[in-house]
């Protein structure tokens, strides 16, 4: 998909920038955007497992 949009000229400055060109274009499928935005929607939960308020932090 990277390398389609690089190809391509478009520079969006998200992944869901990026996912919607590329399914308006055709690289990818309804199914296959659905599936990247999930995948990078985990990928944000499992680095959000690190964010402690600072009144957790004190308790240390």
């Known amino acids: 998909m ?3 949009l690089k190809e391509s ?3 969006g400055k ?3 920038e990026n ?5 308006k274009s055709g690289i ?3 199914e296959e955007a659905a599936i990247i ?3 990078d929607e985990a990928r944000k939960a ?3 497992v690190d964010d402690f308020a600072p009144e ?3 308790r240390i």
Do not use: D, P, T, Y
Request: aromatic share 4%; hydrophobic share 60%; glycine share 4%.
């Open 2 to 4: 990277q390398a389609a």
């Open 19 to 23: 996912v919607a060109a590329a399914r």
């Open 46 to 48: 499992v680095i959000a």
């Open 56 to 58: 957790e932090l004190r």
């Open 37 to 39: 935005l999930s995948a």
């Open 9 to 11: 000229g478009f520079k």
């Open 14 to 16: 998200s992944l869901a």
């Open 28 to 30: 990818l499928n309804n």
